[in-house]
């Protein structure tokens, strides 16, 4: 068998793998593999075909680490009104507990509050700014005068 078949074969794995897996980095090394195949059909010997998948395998994980690593203003997914519907609403909160956390009654259920800031929380208005697990992380909303 040709070393380039090889190569294409292994490019083949990668790529149902990457589709049985969901991981776009397997991807990238398909691209790496594929770069393996194409130094074979130039006519490299074997141990510069796989230095060549491995460094064009290696920069492609490492691009594609970079391109879907997330900026540090981007919010959290479970911060995002798109993802999660909860976030944005107002939710009224008699009593904290000294741990920052209070017991709510949200969509008719019980929920646990957990206040985000600097200053102690005191009783009121809050919006829900993040949903962590069944935990409500919130902030003082704004009054009507505040906007």
């Known amino acids: ?6 190569w294409w074969i292994i490019t083949g794995v990668l790529v149902a793998l990457e589709l049985a897996t969901g991981t776009f980095y397997l991807l990238m090394l398909a691209i790496g593999s594929i770069a393996g195949a194409l130094a ?3 006519g490299l010997g074997t141990q510069v075909q796989m230095a060549v998948a491995a460094v064009v395998g290696g920069v492609a994980v490492f691009a594609c680490y970079l391109v879907r690593r997330r900026r540090p203003g981007d919010p959290s997914p479970r911060a ?5 519907l909860d976030v944005g609403e107002v939710v009224q909160i008699e009593h904290w507990q000294a741990d ?3 017991q709510i009654r949200y969509r008719g259920a019980p929920w646990t509050a957990v206040f985000r800031g600097r200053a102690a929380p005191a009783p009121g ?3 829900v ?10 902030e003082p ?3 009507p005068l505040d906007h």
């Open 1 to 6: 068998m040709a070393e380039s078949t090889l």
């Open 40 to 42: 074979a059909h130039g």
């Open 80 to 84: 995002d009104r798109s993802v999660n």
């Open 100 to 102: 920052g956390t209070a």
């Open 125 to 127: 208005r809050y919006r």
């Open 129 to 138: 700014v993040e949903l962590e697990g069944s935990r409500l992380i919130v």
């Open 141 to 143: 909303a704004p009054g």
